[in-house]
């Protein structure tokens, strides 16, 4: 039996969040330790906004990863005729809320 079998879900989120991870700090950390000129340009601070924005990224993919893993949400079998209730009230209001928005 796998030792993390609980956090198995969404593994493509997980390999895109590791793979953003590993490109922006290898950029990061690129740009701002190493002098990198091309015909008298430099791209040190390209590559560490670059990075910057490949972390950022990741973020996202770590957010998807987390909520797809996580467990004990109620499905809607479950909730039975409250989510059924929850559903009708939504659409009530929202019904109220637009003819409310075209009489004014």
Known sequence: ???????????????????MDLLGATALLLGVFFPLEVKGRD??????YTGAL???MSLGGWVL???????GL??????????????RLARNLSRKIRT?????
């Open 1 to 19: 039996m796998p030792l993390c079998d609980g956090l198995s879900h969404c593994k493509l989120a997980l390999a895109f969040a590791v793979l």
């Open 74 to 87: 109620t499905s809607k079998k479950e909730l039975g005729h409250i989510g059924s209730a929850v559903d």
């Open 43 to 48: 791209f040190g601070d390209f590559l560490v």
């Open 65 to 71: 990863w987390y909520s797809g893993n996580i467990e």
């Open 54 to 56: 490949f972390v950022l």
């Open 100 to 104: 409310f928005r075209s009489q004014h």
